[in-house]
């Protein structure tokens, strides 16, 4: 299933602990993009949370943690293999060598949570297919696309999925309904630990789109 975790501007990292239930509950991998020297930069193939864990606190000692965004993902594999070439986030591009790359900068990063179906091939996950195939001709004809409701909505109804972006300016935009906890806002429940996950009810928490 995967979950993509949003932390806005302004806003604490969430605990070590819900980090980690995610980890757990989606164990294939994790990635992180943030904001560094004007670009966008995607830092993933973390395969277990210690690693992925040295690199938060690596990047607290690089940008400002608390005043900008960060956004995290936690993969469980349901395309090819579970290897770190094919954990998430990426730069929208439609260069096989770049969507696998597990360090790149760019002006758009991308991740996303969901199966898309009919992407997908023996080279490419369904996500990294569908960012060469069909997101990256519509940023090349509209670089602002995931800021407009019309293209989103195609987009959504395209893949009945969830995607978060991070542009060059530093602001975040989500496709799909996001859980907001402690001020940072989550793609599906799988924060909490597995014991409790599909116990959980919503009372606590609420749905709603995030937007920067």
């Not at 932390?7 to 239930?21: A, D, F």
Request: proline share 3%; aromatic share 16%; net charge positive.
């Amino acid at each position: 299933m995967c979950v993509i975790v949003v932390k806005p501007k302004n806003t604490k990292l969430p605990s070590m602990e819900l980090l980690r239930n995610c980890f757990e509950n989606n164990p294939h991998g994790a990635g992180l993009m943030f904001l560094k020297n004007g670009l966008v930069n995607v830092n993933k193939g973390y395969m277990t949370f210690n690693k992925f864990e040295k690199r938060l606190k690596r990047l607290s000692t690089e940008i400002d943690l608390y005043k900008n965004p960060l956004i995290m993902h936690f993969r469980i594999g349901t395309c090819l293999s579970n290897s770190k070439e094919n954990t998430h986030p990426f730069i929208v591009s439609n260069s096989d060598k770049r969507l696998k790359s597990i360090s790149d900068t760019g002006n758009l990063g991308i991740c996303h949570n969901g199966i898309i179906a009919n992407y997908g091939n023996e080279k490419l996950t369904d996500t990294q297919e569908f960012i060469k195939d069909f997101i990256t001709p519509i940023y090349n004809l509209s670089s602002d696309f995931y800021k407009r409701q019309d293209i989103k909505t195609l987009i959504k109804n395209t893949t009945n999925s969830k995607f978060a972006f991070l542009d060059k300016d530093n602001n975040v935009y989500t496709i799909g309904d996001f859980y907001k906890k402690d001020g940072c806002y989550f793609s599906n429940y799988s924060y909490y630990h597995y014991d409790s996950y599909y116990s959980y009810k919503s009372s606590y928490d609420f749905r709603v789109p995030y937007y920067e």
